[in-house]
Each structure stands twice: as C-alpha cells, then as structure tokens.
C-alpha cells in the first residue's frame, strides 16, 4: 500500500494463555483430521493414496508387519501402539497445503469465507466493529495503520486481544518499509527508507534494517509486513519518487531485497513483497489510492524488468528470502491485459504468477477500497472487487473496514457460488493456501496434540 494510505523458521506463535474457543477448536480439528487419515489408512482405498505420501504408506505397513515378510498393502486391526504413534506423527511428513485441506474441509462456510478476508478498521484501538469482525465473521487477518499504533503496551494489549478472540489465528500486518512508509513512528524512531539502504551500497545494512523491522514488529504483536516493496523504479516515478524503490534495475533490487528479507524472516515477520506485477512505470503523479493508474511498458519490459526481482525471489535458492505473500495491485498494463487490472486479472494472477512464474503461495490484494479498482471506467463496489480478485487467483482480500462492508463480501461470494460464477474449489484452495501459510509460521499448529484439549 501507498505511503499515502490512511494514516524450519522460528516464528511469533498466537499468544498464549486462556482462549475462548480458539486453540480448544484446533485441537479437535486436526484430532477429527487425523481420524480421518487413519480411516483411509486402514481401508487401504485409492482415497488414502491421494492424502498420503508414497513414503508414509511404507511407515505404516512396515508397522504393521513388524519386520516381517510383506504381507499386503493393508493395514490390519487393532492398530498396534506403534502404528498409533505413526498416524499421530503423520504432520511430520505431510505437505502443509494437504493438512491445511483438512482444517478448511471441517470449517464452515462462513469460516472458511472469513478466513480469506484481511479487514482494516477506522477506530484508534480495539473497538466492538473489530471484535465483531474478527469474532462473528471469522476474519483470517488485520491490518493496522499508524492511528492504531500509538504506545508499546497499548498496541501490543489490543494485538493480543485480536489473537484470543480468533476462532484461528490471525494474521496481524502493517506496511512497514521505513521513511513515510512508517506505521511504528509513535514507538520507535524512523528507520531507513528502501532508497537509503541502496544509497548505503550496503548488504549488511539491508540485513541490519531488516532484524530491527522484525524486532520492532514482533514486540507489538504484529506478525506480518506488507514489505519490502520490489517495484523496479526510476527517479522520477512513482515508487522511486516516494523513496520506496530499492533500485532502478532488478540486479540492485535483488541485491537488496534479498538480506533485508531474509533477516525479517528469520527474525519471525511474514514479508510480502509488492506490488505484483510492479508499480515501477507508473508516472510520479499518480496514485492508485486516489486515480486509475497505467504503466505502459511493453510486453518485453514487463517480463525483463518489472516481474523479475519477483521471479527470482520465487525461486530463491534459500528460503528465507522466498515471499512469504505477494500483494497485488490495481494497475492496468495494456501490453498484457488491455481490459482488467493486474489484481482482478486472471492473466497475471493465474496464468502468469501462478503458471508460468510456479507461485503457489498466498496472494494478497491491494486495498479493493481504493479507486484505482476500476473496469471500464466504472469504480466496483466491494462485493464485486472482491469476487473478482478471488476469481482471478488471489487468496486474501485486504479491504472490510467493517462489519457491512464484510458482509457485503461475505454475501457476494456465496452469491457467486450460488450461480456458479466462482468454483467452491477456487475458495477452498485459497483458504487452504491461507490456512497452510499460518501453519508454515507456526501460527497454527502442524502436529496432532499429545493430550486432551
């Protein structure tokens, strides 16, 4: 977002202590999951093979054998206490995505709805319109803005509220790149901007202001950072206007990005890096917050200079430096789609981020409130924007401020269902790729419980 918006990895878990009904309803879910497993386990049926890995198969008939010959493919009743403790330790070998199936298969449909929801609220700390909305509505994640972040110990008493009145988990962001980009500056003085840190020539300065983003969030309770921006900007556009830009080539974008990621990761924040498919061409005097913005490169210079830093940090040899998220945004590029917006654009969502660049991460929109969301000239409501985006191959809608605004959304998309305009699959496949993201960084727990909620 703009700095013109309303003013194995060892990350933060939800907060501990007495939930209302969050870690008491995960338990039971995975309990009933793994119940599951072990049913289609024991059937041995064809259903059991696309849950399990090849490998988990030969765990548990070698079990089942116990060292001798094989005598089948099958499981045989009662289970021993060995095979027990297998199922119980199948997470350890489970791909996340097909675990996260299992928590959204037992949601419902309004849960499964609000999970991919990212909601902002007006008020200056926690309010009734944001518990209904995390609470009622089941909100996967919030975002907070500067005039939500005022002392340590507020911020970080409403942040861990947020957490116990979660059904699951949330996800909590802030856009926090440094200069004006700078939601903490109540708490902590104001940190280098994106231009700073390739002015420095310095990697280990990037690295440096990457620990302290991730210190500096995690202390308030926040776990996730719409950062670092990997637009690819001149001077005198946009982004580099704003002094958000790490570089005016991919190489000095990846140069950068690459440390100051990786040191946010490993220091437990979520990074997004945004604004797919790049906001580096756009003029210095738009905004998409307030006008409909257009980026005329060519076909060649899309694919050459603004989707590279974003190809290269998906495949990026280590970890830590992979996006754990990517922000779309509302910018129109003629050469490549002359009729939707990037974030609405089933070209760049899916065909290009997801089948060509092989991102099968979480995508999160740009605030579907701003103006920039337009077709045809025509700004959409909400409900619309929402629809759309999902359809298109994002996970997560950033953009409620409230609880009729999410209705609205909520009630768009089951309309869509309904008429059969959006695919059941495509939502269950983004709450999954939500619900996998919190598993990953251990927001959510990846292994069975060891006793009785």
Same mark, same amino acid.
């Given at each position: ?64 054998? #116990? ?35 299992? !928590? ?16 902002? !609220? ?27 972040? #005022? ?86 556009? !946009? ?16 140069? !950068? ?118 077709? #045809? ?77």
């Amino acid at each position: 977002m703009s700095a013109n918006a309303v003013n194995p990895l060892p990350l933060q878990s939800a907060p501990t202590g007495k939930r209302r009904n969050g870690r008491k309803r995960i338990k039971p879910l995975l309990a009933v999951g793994l119940v599951l497993i072990a049913l289609l386990v024991i059937a041995g049926g064809i259903l059991g093979q696309r849950f399990l890995p090849a490998h988990i198969a030969g765990i548990v008939n070698s079990s089942a054998n #116990n060292g001798k010959a094989n005598s089948g493919s099958f499981v045989t009743p009662p289970l021993s206490s060995q095979q027990i403790d297998n199922l119980r330790h199948l997470t350890d070998h489970m791909k996340e995505q097909q675990l996260a199936y299992l !928590y959204v298969s037992r949601m419902s449909l309004d849960e499964e709805i609000g999970q991919i929801m990212m909601v902002e !609220y007006s008020e200056d700390s926690y309010s009734p319109s944001l518990d209904t909305m995390i609470h009622d509505l089941h909100a996967g994640g919030v975002i907070m803005y500067q005039r939500q972040i #005022n002392t340590l110990e507020q911020t970080k008493a409403d942040t861990t509220h947020m957490q116990q009145r979660a059904l699951t988990p949330l996800l909590i962001s802030a856009d926090e790149e440094g200069w004006n980009v700078h939601r903490l500056t109540n708490i902590y003085p104001p940190r280098l901007s994106a231009k700073d840190i390739h002015d420095s020539n310095s990697t280990t300065v990037a690295a440096n202001e990457g620990t302290k983003v991730a210190h500096d969030l995690l202390s308030v309770g926040i776990n996730t950072n719409f950062a670092p921006d990997v637009d690819v900007s001149t001077d005198d556009g !946009y982004i580099g206007y704003d002094a958000r830009s790490f570089g005016s080539t991919p190489d000095d974008v990846i140069k !950068y990005v690459g440390p100051y990621t990786k040191a946010m990761q490993t220091g437990g924040v979520i990074a997004t890096m945004k604004h797919f498919p790049g906001l580096g061409g756009a003029p210095k005097s738009t905004d998409p917050h307030a006008v409909f913005v257009t980026v005329n490169h060519t076909k060649d210079q899309v694919y050459k200079i603004d989707l590279a830093p974003f190809q290269h940090f998906i495949h990026a040899n280590d970890k830590m430096e992979q996006p754990g998220i990517i922000m779309s945004t509302d910018v129109l590029v003629p050469s490549i789609d002359p009729t939707y917006i990037s974030e609405l654009s089933p070209t760049f969502m899916t065909q290009i981020l997801r089948k060509e660049m092989g991102y099968q991460g979480v995508a999160v929109t740009d605030a579907l409130t701003m103006l920039g969301v337009q077709v #045809n000239g025509q700004h959409l409501d909400l409900g619309t924007a929402g629809v759309m985006a999902l359809k298109a191959g994002n996970d997560l809608l950033l953009g409620p401020g409230d609880p009729a605004s999410m209705r609205s959304m909520v009630d768009a998309i089951k309309t869509a269902l309904n008429n059969g305009t959006l695919s059941k699959s495509r939502l269950d496949e983004a709450a999954s790729r939500v619900i996998a993201l919190k598993m990953q960084r251990h927001l959510l727990p990846d292994t069975p419980p060891s006793s009785n909620p």
